[in-house]
């Protein structure tokens, strides 16, 4: 199961943005986009986000989350969904800083309104295909057989 997830970190690993997904307090999903800062091998995501946003006191009152990332230069897609949390680690804030944050963050890591959103997968699914050739292959070979053809990987994940 470790090479799974190994699987899913190296599809998302150059993929900057993510579409993060948390519940408001009525129950009405909210998703936005945010820049991935990390994925680790035990199911952590990592992204930054501001201590007065919308989000944070979204994961205080539900903390069910999901987040979509999409390469299609690679026909690669991660969907993964799990438990959120807000962390406010300075080091780990520091360690995970970007020059690309400063426009949301002018004072760099030790912006007091800065914190880290954290996302605990606990279960993903993950699509990949074999190619535009592999593709056109799959799609000659249904229509000739008239049956479905496989044309990709796809696995489902549980932590």
Do not use: C
């Not at 990390?38 to 990592?46: H, M, R, S």
């Not at 946003?53 to 969904?81: L, W």
């Amino acid at each position: 199961m470790q090479a799974e997830f190994e699987k899913l970190g190296e599809l998302i690993k150059d993929i900057r943005i993510a579409m993060v997904t948390t519940v408001e307090p009525d129950g009405t999903l909210h998703t936005r986009p945010l820049a991935s800062l990390a994925y680790e091998n035990d199911g952590q995501l990592w992204f930054y986000t501001a201590i007065d946003s919308a989000k944070v006191s979204e994961v205080m009152h539900d903390v069910r989350a999901s987040v979509a990332f999409s390469d299609t230069s690679k026909d690669a897609y991660v969907a993964v969904s799990g438990t959120a949390d807000i962390v406010q680690d300075r080091q780990r804030i520091q360690e995970l800083w970007t020059p690309f944050a400063k426009p949301w963050f002018p004072n760099g890591p030790d912006d007091p309104n800065l914190a880290l959103l954290r996302v605990h997968v606990e279960r993903g699914e993950y699509w990949t295909s074999a190619g535009k050739a592999a593709y056109l292959f799959g799609v000659a070979k249904a229509a000739m057989t008239g049956k479905r053809t496989e044309m990709g990987e796809n696995r489902k994940l549980r932590m």
